[in-house]
C-alpha cells in the first residue's frame, strides 16, 4: 500500500494539496529571522525576493510584471499572441479591457501556472477558468492510481508526491528511511520537504555535504518563487534560509545560479556507530504532460536513485531481509 508520509494515510485518504498547503504550521517569515523553530536572529531573508506580491491591483499592471519577469518585449509578446503592440500596451496600461480569451492567450505564452491564470481572470472580471480538484475527489481516481504505482514500483528507492509548497502528499516505503530521527513536530501533517531536509531537528544532521545540498534545494526555491510569484514559496524561502543549521551557509544561492555539477547528490549517514554508512542519491521530476487541473498542475513527483553502486547494493539488499 503507498501511504501519505505526513499522515500515514493511504493513496485514496491522501489530503488534496491545496488543503495541505492551507493548513501549513509554518511560521510566517518577517522582515528578520526569528530565534524560534531552529531559526538564527543573525540572517535574513533574501532582499532581491522581497517585491513578489499577489495583490496587484488591475490585470494590466499583473500582466505587465509576467511579461517583465520572463523579459519578454510587448513587441515579441503581441507577434507571438496576434495582436498589436499598442493594443498590449493599453491593455497593461488599464486603457483597453482584455477579453478572458486575449487574458489566457498572454498567459499562456508568458508560462503563467493555472492558479495566477485564475487570479488573472478575476483581476479582469471574469470567472476563474481552472478548478482545483481535490486529490482525493472521483475525478481524479485515475490519477491516484497512476501515481500509487509508480512510486510503488520505485521501491526499495524513495519516491514522494509533493504540491507546490513542497508539502508531501504521497511516498513509498522507501523514502521512511529518509525520516529517521526527524523531530516529531516536523512530521506534519503536512510535511514540509524543505523544513523536514534543512531544519537542524530534521535531516540536516545527517547530510553529509549540507551546504552543497542547501545551495541546491534554495536556489531551486528562489527560481521557484520567482516563477510563480507564490507569497507562500518566499515565506518558506525566508523561513527555511535561516535556520541555525544553515548558518555557515553562503548567500550564493540567492544569485539563482546554477551549480557546475552534473547532478548534485544527496549523502546521508544512515545508521549509527558501526552500522553507519553514508548512502548518496540524486533525483528526478516527473511532473503531469498540459494539465488543465491546478491540482495536477502543481503536483510533481520526486524519484531518487542511488548516486554509486554502495548505496544501490545495501538498498537494492534489503528486498531479501
Same mark, same amino acid.
Given at each position: 500500500?503507498?501511504?501519505?508520509?505526513?499522515?500515514?494515510?493511504?493513496?485514496?485518504?491522501?489530503?488534496?494539496?491545496?488543503?495541505?498547503?492551507?493548513?501549513?504550521?509554518?511560521?510566517?517569515?518577517?522582515?528578520?529571522?526569528?530565534?524560534?523553530?531552529?531559526?538564527?536572529?543573525?540572517?535574513?531573508?533574501?532582499?532581491?525576493?522581497?517585491?513578489?506580491?499577489?495583490?496587484?491591483?488591475?490585470?494590466?499592471?499583473?500582466?505587465?510584471?509576467?511579461?517583465?519577469?520572463?523579459?519578454?518585449?510587448?513587441?515579441?509578446?503581441?507577434?507571438?499572441?496576434?495582436?498589436?503592440?499598442?493594443?498590449?500596451?493599453?491593455?497593461?496600461?488599464?486603457?483597453?479591457?482584455?477579453?478572458?480569451?486575449?487574458?489566457?492567450?498572454?498567459? &499562456?505564452? !508568458?508560462?503563467? =501556472? %493555472?492558479?495566477?491564470?485564475?487570479?488573472? +481572470?478575476?483581476?479582469? /472580471?471574469? *470567472?476563474? $477558468?481552472?478548478?482545483?480538484?481535490?486529490?482525493?475527489?472521483?475525478?481524479?481516481?485515475?490519477?491516484?492510481?497512476?501515481?500509487?504505482?509508480?512510486?510503488?514500483?520505485?521501491?526499495?528507492?524513495?519516491?514522494?508526491?509533493?504540491?507546490?509548497?513542497?508539502?508531501?502528499?504521497?511516498?513509498?516505503?522507501?523514502?521512511?528511511?529518509?525520516?529517521?530521527?526527524?523531530?516529531? &513536530?516536523? !512530521?506534519?501533517? =503536512? %510535511?514540509?520537504?524543505?523544513?523536514?531536509? +534543512?531544519?537542524?531537528? /530534521?535531516? *540536516?544532521? $545527517?547530510?553529509?555535504?549540507?551546504?552543497?545540498?542547501?545551495?541546491?534545494?534554495?536556489?531551486?526555491?528562489?527560481?521557484?518563487?520567482?516563477?510563480?510569484?507564490?507569497?507562500?514559496?518566499?515565506?518558506?524561502?525566508?523561513?527555511?534560509?535561516?535556520?541555525?543549521?544553515?548558518?555557515?551557509?553562503?548567500?550564493?544561492?540567492?544569485?539563482?545560479?546554477?551549480?557546475?555539477?552534473?547532478?548534485?547528490?544527496?549523502? %546521508?549517514?544512515?545508521?549509527?556507530?558501526?552500522?553507519?554508512?553514508?548512502?548518496?542519491?540524486?533525483?528526478?521530476?516527473?511532473?503531469?504532460?498540459?494539465?488543465?487541473?491546478?491540482?495536477?498542475?502543481?503536483?510533481?513527483?520526486?524519484?531518487?536513485?542511488?548516486?554509486?553502486?554502495?548505496?544501490?547494493?545495501?538498498?537494492?539488499?534489503?528486498?531479501?531481509?
Amino acid at each position: 500500500m503507498t501511504w501519505c508520509a505526513s499522515t500515514g494515510r493511504s493513496a485514496s485518504q491522501a489530503p488534496s494539496p491545496r488543503s495541505a498547503a492551507s493548513t501549513s504550521p509554518s511560521t510566517t517569515a518577517t522582515a528578520s529571522c526569528t530565534a524560534s523553530s531552529g531559526s538564527s536572529p543573525r540572517r535574513r531573508p533574501p532582499p532581491n525576493l522581497q517585491h513578489v506580491s499577489t495583490s496587484t491591483a488591475t490585470v494590466g499592471a499583473m500582466l505587465r510584471d509576467w511579461r517583465q519577469d520572463r523579459r519578454r518585449s510587448q513587441m515579441d509578446l503581441s507577434i507571438d499572441v496576434g495582436v498589436s503592440t499598442r493594443h498590449l500596451s493599453f491593455v497593461e496600461t488599464g486603457k483597453s479591457r482584455p477579453s478572458p480569451e486575449l487574458v489566457l492567450a498572454l498567459a &499562456e505564452h !508568458l508560462d503563467v =501556472p %493555472l492558479r495566477e491564470r485564475n487570479a488573472l +481572470l478575476l483581476a479582469a /472580471g471574469y *470567472a476563474p $477558468r481552472y478548478r482545483a480538484t481535490p486529490l482525493d475527489d472521483s475525478a481524479l481516481a485515475s490519477v491516484r492510481l497512476a501515481l500509487g504505482e509508480l512510486i510503488r514500483a520505485h521501491d526499495p528507492y524513495p519516491a514522494i508526491v509533493v504540491d507546490r509548497g513542497w508539502n508531501a502528499v504521497l511516498a513509498n516505503n522507501g523514502a521512511q528511511g529518509f525520516l529517521a530521527g526527524v523531530a516529531e &513536530e516536523l !512530521l506534519g501533517p =503536512p %510535511l514540509n520537504i524543505y523544513r523536514v531536509t +534543512l531544519h537542524p531537528d /530534521g535531516m *540536516a544532521s $545527517r547530510i553529509e555535504n549540507l551546504d552543497e545540498w542547501a545551495h541546491h534545494l534554495l536556489s531551486t526555491l528562489a527560481r521557484q518563487v520567482a516563477v510563480t510569484r507564490d507569497a507562500s514559496l518566499q515565506s518558506l524561502l525566508a523561513e527555511v534560509s535561516c535556520y541555525r543549521s544553515l548558518a555557515g551557509l553562503d548567500g550564493a544561492w540567492r544569485t539563482r545560479s546554477d551549480t557546475p555539477a552534473v547532478i548534485v547528490p544527496l549523502r %546521508l549517514r544512515v545508521g549509527d556507530g558501526d552500522d553507519a554508512m553514508v548512502q548518496s542519491w540524486f533525483s528526478t521530476n516527473t511532473s503531469f504532460g498540459t494539465p488543465v487541473d491546478i491540482t495536477l498542475d502543481e503536483l510533481h513527483v520526486e524519484l531518487f536513485h542511488p548516486a554509486d553502486e554502495a548505496t544501490a547494493a545495501i538498498v537494492g539488499g534489503h528486498l531479501g531481509s
